[in-house]
């Protein structure tokens, strides 16, 4: 069974070394902590079972639709030309 650091996994999976350390923390994957040089690091133990689940669970960003991503920049566009009419509208105010 190979293991590997939270850093080197999560950069294998393209996660956070937060997100690695949840995972590990909450048993979604197994993971064995050492002490090494007086530190205590914490290898995770690939599966390839759960290497699969995780890989499946894991959507990458290009999988995601861009009509939705062009979508939430249209409306996050016009939320923020209301918020510059509101604050000029603020500034005339206090003036």
């Known amino acids: 069974m190979e293991k590997l650091t939270?850093?080197?996994?999560?950069?294998?999976?393209?996660?956070?070394?937060?997100?690695?350390?949840?995972?590990?923390?909450?048993?979604?994957?197994?993971?064995?902590?050492?002490?090494?040089?007086?530190?205590?690091?914490?290898?995770?133990?690939?599966?390839?079972?759960?290497?699969?689940?995780?890989?499946?669970?894991?959507?990458?960003?290009d999988e995601k639709e861009e009509g939705d991503l062009k979508e939430a920049v249209r409306i996050l566009r016009k939320e923020v030309t209301v918020l510059k009419e509101e604050i000029e509208v603020l500034k005339k105010a206090i003036l």
């Open 6 to 61: 939270l850093k080197e996994y999560a950069v294998k999976h393209k996660l956070s070394i937060f997100n690695v350390m949840k995972m590990a923390k909450t048993g979604k994957v197994k993971s064995k902590t050492q002490e090494e040089n007086g530190k205590e690091v914490t290898y995770i133990l690939l599966d390839e079972k759960r290497e699969e689940e995780i890989k499946n669970a894991i959507i990458p960003l």
